[in-house]
């Protein structure tokens, strides 16, 4: 069955660097959009990145440019978060997910068909 799941969380100082991974089953990952989505206590869920089906088209939340990295890697059927300068506020739990099939970017959470479990990430020093 499809599954995302998500990995590399933790504890990270200010300035620090993470690198969350998504791994997907169950499904051709090159033929599908994924986006990364955060959600911090008491918050609204947020869209973080996303990278599109086939063309590689990648988008960012103003918050994280220039310090947020997605990548994918279809033999390996993964999409990596890479984040680098991290702030006390990017502690969240990250979640990816799955966009329709072929899809560009932005992934929009009414259109999601699987989430993963989630992974937190924690910022603190």
């Known amino acids: 069955q499809v599954q995302l799941k998500e990995s590399g969380g933790g504890l990270v100082q200010p300035g620090g660097s993470l690198r969350l991974s998504c791994t997907a089953s169950?499904?051709?990952?090159?033929?599908?959009?994924i986006g990364w989505f955060r959600q911090a206590p008491g918050k609204e869920r947020e869209a973080v990145s996303c990278?599109?089906?086939?063309?590689?088209?990648?988008s960012y939340a103003d918050s994280v440019k220039g310090r947020f990295t997605i990548s994918r890697d279809n033999a390996k059927q993964t999409v990596d978060l890479q984040m680098n300068s991290l702030k006390f506020e990017d502690t969240a739990v990250y979640s990816c997910?799955?966009?329709?099939?072929?899809?560009?970017?932005?992934?929009?959470?009414?259109?999601?068909?699987?989430w993963g479990q989630g992974t937190q990430v924690t910022v603190s020093s």
């Open positions: 990278i599109s089906a086939r063309y590689n088209f990648t």
């Open positions: 169950g499904f051709t990952l090159r033929n599908y959009p």
């Open positions: 997910a799955r966009g329709p099939y072929a899809s560009l970017c932005p992934v929009v959470p009414k259109t999601v068909g699987y």
